[in-house]
């Protein structure tokens, strides 16, 4: 597990490694190409919910070492990016290398935890209404799943135990929590309805 991970600005990943771990170890006696790598990223809900993991990503390319650019004891390397791969709640596919590169990091991504868990304990009344949304009956539980610019991810739990996820689309992207918070409370007061 990588101490720092980041995207450089042509989709290249750094990792930021104890330079004693195995993956710096062989980086760094690798020819100049560098050592064929997968890196694999699992994504879990921050809720407790049934079937947590929400998504897993792989991306293969070339590994190599980044001399002089990571505190003591620390090794920088560099994933040359050649594959992408995605399979989450929306779906598999092969992701293109160059939109992999341009993808810009989602503006609620470091909040994301802190407001499903606060929507989780703080708000179950309003989650319990989007139920009416979908038109489901029998539904035992609603727990918030996901949250992006794009919308809310809900998982709904059946009397039979059975789960079935619904997405809440907003009705615009937001930027930021103040637009988030007008969306959630339009998104509440349409469920209300």
Known sequence: MADVRSVGPGGDLFLV?????????????????????VLELTDVAPVSVPHR????????????????????????LRLDVGDVYL????????????????????????????????????????????????????????????LDRFGLRVRFGRTDGHTFDARFDFPEPVDDLAALRRAMHRLFEAAAD
């Open 17 to 37: 490694l104890p330079t004693g771990s195995p993956a710096v170890r062989a980086a760094t006696h690798a020819q100049d190409d560098g050592v064929r790598a």
């Open 53 to 76: 993991i929400r998504g897993r990503a792989w991306v293969s390319g070339r590994l190599t070492q980044v001399p002089g650019q990571a505190g003591p004891g620390h090794t920088t």
């Open 87 to 146: 399979d989450d709640l929306w779906g598999a596919a092969a992701v293109d290398v160059e939109e992999f590169a341009k993808a810009a990091p989602d503006p609620l991504v470091r909040h994301e935890t802190e407001l499903l868990q606060h929507l989780a304990s703080a708000h179950g009344q309003q989650l319990g209404l989007l139920c009416g949304l979908v038109g489901r009956e029998g539904v035992a539980s609603v727990t918030p799943l996901a």
